[in-house]
């Protein structure tokens, strides 16, 4: 949870566009937290993890943007990536802040954070609020989100574009895999649930309804010095029922395999076994991962792991230097761009759940996620965007 905000005196003159962008990407609170943890030096992803209490896909999607405003920059210590603040942006204070060389923010008590960050995002596109904006009287519209891990990020990215096109409302995204965005849908926990599959049959006659707003592929990753440069399907079991052991044994280098497998209730897991026709008691893993970017983190680090995950994911993820290849799967490159043409064979639809038809505020938020604007969004993510609707 957050902790502190910060507050930012209205200027006196228009932002420079630099600026803006940096304020733009703090207008989300959790943005804020990791600067404000990072005041008291460099941290790795699960020392700030521990401390913010975030789900990990969600920090790293949120670290990436910190990243691309040059907010955060990052240093490798041996096999491990720690952030901290970029150059041009230092602690200041009294009282304690932060200054982003374009203009100062001053963190402030809990108590202001709602109004703080109301006035961040208004300052960020240059607008002035009402002084009854900032006072907190207005109860503020919430729309939820819980679910997939594999779509979480790009909940937060639209939730965030969504927010700017509606003047005081608050999107939540929460993770925690497919089958728990099911389940809330179905029990109105949440307004929306994030599905990393096709709906089953038993949850349609419950009266859930699953609406598309991308593609993904499911591929298999090894480390990039891994010199394996394709798995046969039946290799591929052979490794995950523990049949194979050794990666000599599939033309690699003479070191026991590592399997990573992911853990229950994950939309991957099950697609992963059924395709390849495997039952859950016979995969013998030595690692078990929850969501998808543990699953890079684990064979970034381990030259002998195994894993499989969204291919979203990966190819963002090794566009920001993690030491991972995707393997072809039947000949196959496992690509957004084999996705896109559908002749990648492990695909699936990311879906956002309702319990019957979508209406109100989840169903503008399904319209915008499949506009120009939210397929762009899409695509940004590394899923393929939907066509446009006629």
Not at 30 to 51: C, F, Y
Not at 115 to 124: E, I, Q, V, Y
């Amino acid at each position: 949870m957050a902790k502190r905000a910060v507050k930012r005196a209205a200027p006196s003159r228009a932002p420079s566009r630099g600026c803006v962008d940096k304020l733009k990407a703090l207008a989300e609170a959790t943005r804020l937290e990791v600067l404000h943890e990072l005041v008291d030096g460099e941290k790795s992803v699960s020392e700030l993890q521990a401390a913010l209490g975030v789900d990990q896909s969600l920090l790293s999607h949120h670290l990436a943007v910190l990243r691309e405003a040059q907010l955060v920059a990052t240093t490798r210590a041996r096999r491990s990536i720690r952030y901290r603040l970029a150059d041009g942006v230092a602690a200041a204070g009294p009282p304690p802040g932060i200054n982003l060389g374009c203009c100062q923010l001053s963190f402030m008590p809990p108590a202001l954070q709602k109004a703080a960050r109301l006035l961040l995002l208004a300052l960020s596109f240059g607008v002035l609020l009402p002084l009854a904006a900032c006072g907190g009287t207005a109860e503020q519209q919430k729309l939820t989100l819980a679910g997939s891990s594999t779509i979480a990020p790009l909940a937060a990215e639209l939730g965030k574009a969504f927010e700017e096109r509606h003047g005081g409302l608050r999107v939540e995204v929460q993770a925690g895999g497919s089958s728990r965005g099911v389940a809330d849908a179905r029990e109105g926990r949440v307004d929306l649930g994030m599905a990393s599959r096709a709906l089953k049959e038993e949850e349609r006659a419950a009266g859930l309804v699953g609406t598309p707003i991308a593609l993904d592929g499911i591929a298999l990753i090894v480390h990039a010095d891994n010199r394996v440069a394709e798995l046969s399907e039946a290799q591929i079991v052979a490794i995950y029922r523990g049949d194979v052991r050794d990666w000599s044994a599939v033309g690699g280098r003479a070191a026991p395999i590592t399997v990573v497998n992911k853990a229950e209730g994950r939309s991957t897991l099950e697609l992963f076994l059924a395709h390849f026709a495997l039952r859950a008691e016979e995969v013998r893993a030595d690692v078990v991962i929850g969501d998808n970017l543990q699953g890079v983190k684990t064979v970034a680090g381990n030259r002998d792991a195994i894993g499989y995950v969204s291919i979203g994911t990966a190819e963002v993820e090794r566009s920001h230097g993690s030491p991972i290849r995707l393997l072809p799967l039947r000949g196959v490159e496992a690509s957004t761009a084999s996705v896109r043409a559908g002749t990648f064979p492990l695909q699936r639809p990311l879906l956002l759940v309702t319990r019957g038809a979508p209406s109100g505020l989840a169903a503008e938020f399904l319209e915008f996620a499949r506009s120009p604007h939210g397929r762009t969004l899409v695509e940004a993510q590394a899923f393929v965007a939907l066509a446009a609707s006629p």
